[in-house]
């Protein structure tokens, strides 16, 4: 059984032939509200790289929403220390970029460090 991708009942080739303004029409208010504004210069200058069929696109503009006709596509995205490789799938439509190279790492504890004080070398199993 293969899952057919839809977002608000239309299909993926749908939502590309669609204008941005009827676009806008199925998104929530944050993201209608974005467009409806326009974009930055920034995000102006990577949509005209996104369609010049480049093969992968470094960028540093996280606030840019993914749009149909980026899906397809691979993006680096700066997460402020190194470029994440993204592939855009359908399914991160109306999503900004910035929500796929997260900016913090998990906290990983381990043993107490150099340093430390001979009180917190003994660390409780659980």
């Given at each position: 059984?293969?899952?057919?991708?839809?977002?608000?009942?239309?299909?993926?080739?749908?939502?590309?032939?669609?204008?941005?303004?009827?676009?806008?029409?199925?998104?929530?208010?944050?993201?209608?509200?974005?467009?409806?504004?326009?974009?930055?210069?920034?995000?102006?200058?990577?949509?005209e790289?996104?369609?010049?069929?480049?093969?992968?696109?470094?960028?540093?503009?996280?606030?840019?929403?993914?749009?149909?006709?980026?899906?397809?596509?691979?993006?680096?995205?700066?997460?402020?220390?190194?470029?994440?490789?993204?592939?855009?799938?359908?399914?991160?439509?109306?999503?900004r970029l910035?929500?796929?190279?997260?900016?913090?790492?998990?906290?990983?504890?381990?043993?107490?460090?150099?340093?430390?004080?001979?009180?917190?070398?003994?660390?409780?199993?659980?």
């Amino acid at each position: 059984m293969v899952k057919i991708f839809s977002f608000r009942g239309k299909s993926l080739e749908e939502l590309q032939k669609m204008s941005l303004d009827e676009l806008a029409k199925l998104l929530p208010a944050r993201q209608r509200r974005t467009l409806k504004r326009g974009f930055t210069p920034d995000q102006k200058k990577l949509l005209e790289r996104i369609r010049s069929k480049e093969k992968a696109i470094k960028t540093h503009v996280r606030s840019m929403m993914v749009l149909p006709e980026m899906v397809g596509r691979r993006l680096l995205i700066h997460n402020g220390k190194e470029w994440k490789a993204i592939d855009i799938k359908p399914e991160m439509i109306g999503y900004r970029l910035g929500d796929f190279a997260l900016t913090r790492k998990t906290v990983r504890h381990s043993s107490p460090g150099v340093g430390a004080t001979k009180g917190s070398k003994f660390m409780p199993l659980k």
